[in-house]
């Protein structure tokens, strides 16, 4: 996905893109998402069942333009701490 946002990014002009993602490609994206040449790129992103081990979350609304959904009984999307 990287490759493919960079590649929209070096084209320039005007797109909207939205992304979504469960699990493992929730956590694609958010690390992708959280590259801002990349992040300019996404219109929205989505990301269901976002794996807490992740670097980067959303869940919080700092990022208006993404929302993290997660269930809090949902062993992959809680804190191993």
Known sequence: RKRVLAGIAAHGGE???????ES???WVIGEAIADPMLR????????M????L?????EDGHD????????PGDE???SVR
Not at 40 to 47: I, M, P, S
């Open 15 to 21: 797109h909207k893109v939205m992304l979504g993602g």
């Open 54 to 58: 992740a670097s980067h979350h959303y």
């Open 64 to 71: 208006a333009g993404v929302i993290e959904i997660n269930n």
């Open 40 to 47: 300019r790129v996404v219109d929205r992103a989505v990301l």
């Open 76 to 78: 992959i999307a809680a």
């Open 49 to 52: 069942g976002h794996p807490w």
């Open 24 to 26: 493992q490609g929730a």
